[in-house]
């Protein structure tokens, strides 16, 4: 199959959505986006100006919580009523399967919305908490019928959970009979000398000629800093020409931090809150900043909308806190996805 040179050109589009609020704001909708981006592989943050981790942000990062992985997982195992009784408060179980496989499972789903004109890919979604799914209705047999008989499925599974009480021992003991392991996220720590950064103001969401770099210049830059890509743009460089936007200005040193792991989106709130905290004494910081990124092969992105991978998988949002607690809040997809919210 050949294909056009012009088609090789064009770049995979890719969508940035930024909106600026205030922390404190009545209506500030900072938190409920981040709940709202459950699937999260990992975090970082950059503060300026920082040579040292003050404890109540090392605190969060300690007790940044477990997550579970277990391998050959039936899928059925996710439908029974001594799972959901046991763990679900609210939820869905979302299907992705190719063509073949909607088929054999005969259980009621969509097209992928990314399929194009020959549906390839098909997307079943089970409510877990619909009253009309209780142990003894045809739906709820007729669900577990096509998952553990008709088209029994198994995967490896990352598992994690929100609860105040100590219930991590729950899933270990709830899963025991399979191949069940515990993992902590993992969290690394830099800091970087003599950091040319743009400088920002956060009334100036779109940056004012020769004064401040807009969110998009930010966002490509934070990019390059948080991927340790050389920001020098020397003429004999042939692995990146990337620069600090201007107007910039050179820190010291700064701080940077990155947790990789299965991370759910309640630690993330505590984090960002402490970053707000960071401001609570003066700082020589004029901003910090929080980036998050989704797995790249998650069903979903943002609540419930189809995320597809085929051409990157990225999504990401990443917060500009300001010293008076202004903020920036980048939402990024690419191809395949719906408007961040």
Known sequence: MSVPLRRLRETPRHLLVCEKSHMR????????????????????????????????????????????????????????????????????????????TYEELGLQGRPSQYSGKKVMRYIVTIDLTDSAFDPDSKKHKRVLWALKEKKPLEFDFLLSWHNKGAEGSTLMSYFSKNQIQAHQPKATFSTLRNLQCPVLHSNELHGKLEESCSAQELFEWLGAVCNKVGLDNKSFSFLSTCCCPQPSTVVEQAYLCTITGFILPEKIIQLLEQLCCYFDEPKLAQWVTLTVHGFADSPVSWRESEHGFQKGGENLYNFVVFRNLDYWLQMAVGANDDCPP
């Open 25 to 100: 704001h009545e209506r500030s909708r900072h938190a409920a986006h981040v709940r709202s981006h459950a699937y999260n592989c990992r975090v970082s943050f950059l503060i300026p100006e920082c040579g040292i981790l003050p404890e109540a942000l090392k605190s969060v990062i300690t007790d940044i919580g477990e997550y579970y992985l277990v391998k050959n997982l039936s899928l059925h195992e996710l439908v029974t009523h001594e799972f959901i009784n046991t763990f679900v408060k609210k939820g869905k179980l979302i299907i992705s399967v190719d063509k073949d």
